[in-house]
């Protein structure tokens, strides 16, 4: 019986050990792997730019001999946007409009040398949708829309008027907009302007011109973005 009792004990000391040994060591916990915050584009801004432009403006004279003069207006411009902005996954949909003060302006020799012909357009605006892919802080993205301006047109002497309109045509263009901070981007900006062609009196006499207005900018930009910053952070276990 003491053998039977021995060898019992023997056998389950065995099974015990043996189980052990299958439970191996502990497991430690695994880390759960942080991704980094993705920067939200959603939200209004508020901003300001400054940029320079060089135009296209074509003068042919209406009365007496068909006339061309050749107009180059050009200059710096400024001023400030507006916009609202809604990021769907990496694309990114939006609604700006600006106003800006404009230089741009030349004078040329008119058919009568002792007359100076010039042009200028002192404001210029947009309002223009903005379609973009996100690339977290990085937005590249092109715009088009309403544009509208100040177009004048003239000529320097005894009996010379100066015919100002004010044009609506349309505006394309496209850019690249980085995020400084949560609440900060910068862009720097292509516009494309073409506010079309009118007639305008020059002269007393009458005589009368037909113009075109179209203008290449390039500006950089400054924008406050309302919004609630960085989208939240993802864990993946």
Known sequence: ???FFLASAALVALAAGAQAADLGSPRTPIAAAV???VFNWTGFYLGAHLGYGSGST??????GPATTVPSNPKGAFGGLQLGYNWQINNFVLGLETDLSIAGFRDSDPCPNPAVSCFTRSNWVG???A???VAADKALFYVTGGLAYGDTRVGAS???GVTTSRTRVGFALGGGLEY???PNVTAKVEYMYYNLGSSSYQVTTVPEFVRARFEYHTVKVGLNYLFS???SAVVARY
């Open 1 to 3: 019986m003491k053998k």
């Open 35 to 37: 991704v980094s915050p």
């Open 58 to 63: 074509g003068w042919v004279f209406l009365t």
């Open 126 to 128: 947009t309002t223009r």
């Open 130 to 132: 903005r379609v973009g």
């Open 157 to 159: 002497t005894a009996v």
């Open 179 to 181: 995020a400084f901070t």
């Open 228 to 230: 609630t910053g960085p």
